[in-house]
C-alpha cells in the first residue's frame, strides 16, 4: 500500500532560522498522488497547510513552501525564517491518484514536532 | 465555532467495557472518517462513511464499529476495550472525494485502556 516516511520525529530550530522537514513517499497506484502538508498546533485538530496535485509544482502557505518531486519521491517543507508561533506538528499525507484504490483516503506521515526557541 | 467537534477529550476506560467516541460537524459536509494516531506512528483510517446510515472499513477497523446515523453525527464504538487500543482518536469530515479535497478535523479524543 501507499506510505509516508517523515525521518525526524522532534526538530528545534531558533526563532528566525530556516527549518527543512523532511518527507517521502511510496505510492502504489497508477498515476500520481496528490500531497499535502497539515499543521496541528497544541490543543487543536489537524489543519491544512498546504497541498500541490501536480507532480513538479510547488505549494505555499503561511511562509512555508513544499515541492513536489516525483523522481525523489519527496515533498519536503522549507520555512526560510521561522517564528516561535510556528511550534505544532507537522504531518505529510498522500492521497491516491484519481481512480486509484487509495483515492478515497488520506495516508499520513508520522508527524515532526516543530520547537521554535526564541 | 469548531466545525467538527469531538466528545469526551480524553477518557479512561477499563479493559473490557464498551468505549464510545462521538463527532459532531457543522460542515455539511457528506464525508466523515475516524483516524487513531499512536506514538511515534501516523494516523491510520479505521471507518468512514459518505452518507448517513452507511459507513465503511477503512485500514484497520477490527475490534471498532462506526456509526453514522444523521449526516451531522458519526459515533465511533469500541464494544470491548483492550489496552491495544490505547491512543488518541481524529474525527474529520470533507465535502467528498474530489481531486485534493481538504479533511477538516476534530481536536482529537485521547483514549487509555487500562
Known amino acids: 500500500g501507499d506510505s509516508v516516511t517523515q525521518t525526524e520525529g522532534q526538530v528545534t530550530v531558533s526563532e528566525s532560522k530556516s527549518l527543512i522537514i523532511n518527507c517521502t513517499y511510496s505510492?502504489?497506484?497508477?498515476?500520481?498522488?496528490?500531497l499535502f502538508w497539515y499543521v496541528r498546533y497544541p490543543g487543536e485538530g489537524l489543519q491544512l497547510l498546504l497541498k500541490?496535485?501536480?507532480?513538479?509544482q510547488k505549494g505555499s502557505s503561511r511562509g512555508f513552501e513544499a515541492t513536489y518531486n516525483k523522481e525523489a519521491t519527496s515533498f519536503h517543507l522549507q520555512k526560510a525564517s521561522v517564528q516561535e508561533s510556528d511550534s505544532a506538528v507537522y504531518y505529510c499525507a498522500l492521497r491516491g491518484a484519481m481512480l486509484s484504490g487509495s483515492f478515497n483516503k488520506l495516508t499520513f506521515g508520522a508527524g515532526t514536532r516543530l520547537a521554535v526557541c526564541p | 465555532e469548531a466545525a467538527v467537534t469531538q466528545s469526551p477529550r480524553s477518557k479512561v476506560a477499563v479493559t473490557g467495557g464498551k468505549v464510545t467516541l462521538s463527532c459532531h460537524q457543522t460542515n455539511n459536509h457528506d464525508y466523515m472518517y475516524w483516524y487513531r494516531q499512536d506514538t511515534g506512528h501516523g494516523l491510520r483510517l479505521i471507518h468512514y462513511?459518505?452518507?448517513?446510515?452507511?459507513?465503511e472499513k477503512g485500514d484497520i477497523p477490527d475490534g471498532y464499529k462506526a456509526s453514522r446515523p444523521s449526516q451531522e453525527n458519526f459515533s465511533l464504538i469500541l464494544e470491548l476495550a483492550s489496552l491495544s487500543q490505547t491512543a488518541v482518536y481524529f474525527c474529520?469530515?470533507?465535502?467528498?472525494?474530489?481531486?485534493?479535497?481538504?479533511?477538516?478535523f476534530g481536536s482529537g479524543t485521547r483514549l487509555t485502556v487500562l
Open positions: 462513511s459518505y452518507v448517513a446510515d452507511s459507513t
Open positions: 505510492a502504489t497506484s497508477i498515476g500520481y498522488p496528490n
Open positions: 474529520a469530515s470533507s465535502p467528498g472525494t474530489g481531486m485534493a479535497e481538504t479533511l477538516y
Open positions: 500541490v496535485i501536480t507532480a513538479g
